[in-house]
């Protein structure tokens, strides 16, 4: 089983809709990540979270929101989508300093 | 601003011939610096890391990346490049303004990669 995933994988979904993504880890870290990538920009954090109790802005978190909901859970909603938020979106995982682990992305267009 | 740049978007190499792909940084402090690979339809796979010591380091696939301090670089490099190395190529360093924190990196835009037979 992979250790970072992502649910769901693609989605479409229509203007002022709320969508909710979700990312899992099993590696025991207590940090997690939520990016988008759009072409060109490489990737840019939304939201990350140190721990249960911690979550911070990223560069790019206005209309969104997180909630980390264990220490396994991270999860990311769009409260009104909008088009310009399609995008590939990851989830990563990572341990103190060290090298972030990442989800298989899900591919979200909003009509 | 700490920030990291790849300046080409795309780098064209023939199978067999080494590859170099380029990274610049600006950090405060002692840069931690990554390589990431991103095959398509994936996530990012991580190759390769600078913490301290050596200025080559070693990492997947064959890859390495060489730490340039006076230059502010770490450019990824093999020997020998293979059609299965096609791919995109994002180089990331540690934000250094969250210390006590730790863990947040900053992404180049990244560099596709296109090997060709």
């Known amino acids: 089983d992979a250790d970072v995933t992502q649910t769901p994988r693609n989605r479409i979904t229509k203007t002022g809709k709320r969508i909710m993504l979700e990312c899992s880890q099993t590696?025991?870290?207590?940090?997690m990540y939520w990016y988008r990538q759009d072409p060109g920009l490489g990737l840019r954090l939304i939201y990350y979270?140190?721990?249960?109790?911690?979550?911070n802005k990223g560069e790019i978190s206005d209309g969104y929101s997180v909630s980390r909901q264990a220490q396994a859970k991270f999860s990311l909603s769009l409260e009104s989508a909008i088009p310009n938020q399609t995008a590939l979106y990851f989830c990563a995982t990572s341990g103190g300093y060290n090298e972030q682990f990442f989800g298989p992305g899900t591919r979200l267009t909003v009509l | 601003a700490q920030s990291v740049a790849q300046p080409e978007d795309q780098v064209n190499v023939a199978e067999g011939n080494p590859l170099t792909v380029k990274c610049t940084y600006s950090?405060?402090?002692?840069?931690?610096l990554f390589w990431y690979v991103q095959y398509p339809n994936r996530g990012l796979q991580f190759l390769l890391k600078y913490i301290t010591g050596d200025n080559l380091v070693k990492g997947s696939y064959g890859f390495e990346a060489e730490f340039n301090k006076s230059q502010t670089s770490f450019h990824l490099k093999k020997p020998s490049a293979l059609v299965s190395d096609s791919a995109l190529y994002f180089c990331a360093v540690r934000d250094t303004a969250f210390y006590n924190q730790g863990g947040k990196l900053i992404f180049g835009q990244g560099t596709e990669l296109s090997v060709k037979p």
């Open positions: 590696k025991g870290h207590d940090r």
């Open positions: 950090v405060s402090g002692n840069p931690y």
């Open positions: 979270s140190f721990d249960v109790k911690d979550i």
